[in-house]
């Protein structure tokens, strides 16, 4: 089962992996808007997969958001 935080939760648990972090609530939010981080969108709120999110930290490749069709872009 996937680990799934909203953007909050999974800043707090870099910060609780990596007292020094930079990433911050602000930066997560930023990668998804610009599909740089994939995550999936419940209502307003944003859902990022930890497993996810620490490689994409480790430098591995995200899956990039679809390009949009007919106004509306797909969520990944």
């Not at 709120?45 to 591995?60: A, C, M, Q, S, T």
Request: charged letters at 25%.
């Amino acid at each position: 089962m996937n680990r799934m935080r909203t953007i909050d939760q999974a800043a707090a648990y870099i910060r609780e992996r990596d007292g020094e972090t930079a990433i911050t609530k602000t930066a997560l939010r930023r990668l998804i808007v610009t599909g740089r981080l994939a995550h999936v969108q419940v209502g307003s709120k944003y859902l990022i997969d930890l497993d996810v999110l620490e490689g994409f930290l480790r430098g591995e490749t995200a899956p990039q958001a679809a390009a949009t069709v007919n106004g509306i872009r797909r969520v990944v």
